[in-house]
């Protein structure tokens, strides 16, 4: 999900046990350092999903790229009895609806890291924790904190220390693919893409399902609304904050981006609006300028091996080797 904010909340993430400082000779050799590796797996909407605990309470959560923030589900949140305490305006659902409520834990585990006091946003994501479903998400406050493997051959993410060479991520492969990106101010990584020859803005997003396009871009520069001539009719999508918005897939003939082109690539087109709330017009695209046009999902990065250099930033991928079945 893309999920912006607008005041910063944080909670030390620290390594269980003792870690030795290194000495500025072994800090300045170009070796990666592995931090943690958290398992994973893919659930059934093709999300990556971390295990975790939550004050002791072992509970899946799904790890978004797109939001800054940790969110609980408020079924979770109420069936553990938390606090849900109102405040103000934090940041905004994909339809520009304010979220503002927030709850906090005394502790969160993540392999062996350990975040104590973090404040979740309360949002309508996951389950109530009774089954083996995702509670809620997983934002990049903390994941900003190192650069990231996502290996969905392997089942796991990897966290390592930033202190290294740039281009020393992939070590896997001798031949990659390098996407630079910008890390906004909210710590989200956004890219050029090209989609049918057009240049347009993405946001790399796990926490999305499926790779989405704003209706307004896709009305301004490929002329598509949701009541197209052959299109099906519309579905709902939603983010955190509840609201179902009308959606349509559509298959675009080419998607570009870092050195590879994808034919026939199916999008959904949904009526996303996150600047809603913020009362900024005069662009070609309604409410905030800044939003990303394209959200770039699990449907399509589910099928890269990637690392994620928050530190220079980049994205540099592989093609995912399949899992074995069974």
């Not at 709902?236 to 609201?243: C, L």
């Amino acid at each position: 999900m893309s999920l912006p904010r607008s005041t910063a909340f944080c909670a030390a993430l620290t390594l269980l046990g003792s870690v030795a400082a290194a000495p500025p000779s072994v800090a300045a050799e170009c070796r990666l350092k592995e931090v943690t590796a958290i398992p994973a797996s893919f659930n059934a909407r093709g999300r990556i999903v971390l295990d975790a605990a939550i004050d002791g309470d072992p509970v899946k959560l799904v790890l978004d790229t797109g939001s800054v923030f940790d969110i609980l589900g408020e079924s979770y949140v109420r069936r553990r009895g938390m606090p849900i305490i109102e405040t103000r305006e934090l940041g905004f659902g994909l339809s520009g609806k304010e979220l503002r409520r927030v709850t906090r834990i005394s502790q969160l585990n993540l392999g062996n890291l350990v975040a104590r006091d973090p404040i979740f946003l309360v949002g309508e994501v996951g389950d109530d924790g009774a089954t083996a479903h995702p509670v809620g998400l997983f934002g990049t406050e903390y994941l900003a904190k190192f650069d990231v493997e996502l290996d969905p051959a392997a089942g796991q993410v990897k966290l390592f220390s930033p202190d290294h060479c740039p281009g020393d991520g992939v070590y896997w492969a001798k031949e990659y693919f390098r996407l630079p990106v910008h890390l906004t101010r909210y710590y989200r990584l956004e890219a050029q893409i090209e989609v049918d020859g057009k240049e347009l803005k993405a946001l790399i997003d796990t926490g999305a399902q499926t790779t989405t396009m704003r209706l307004a871009a896709a009305q301004d520069l490929f002329g598509i609304g949701l009541d197209s001539a052959g299109a099906a009719p519309p579905g709902k999508i939603h983010g955190a904050d509840g609201v179902k918005l009308d959606a349509i897939p559509h298959i675009f003939h080419s998607l570009s981006f870092g050195g590879i082109t994808l034919n026939d690539t199916k999008m959904i087109v949904a009526d996303i609006d996150q600047g809603k709330g913020t009362n900024i017009l005069g662009t070609r695209i309604e409410g905030n300028h800044a939003q990303p046009d394209v959200l770039i999902g699990m449907s399509l990065l589910r099928q890269l091996h990637l690392f994620i250099a928050y530190s220079e930033p980049a994205i540099y991928f592989t093609i995912a080797e399949t899992k074995p079945a069974g």
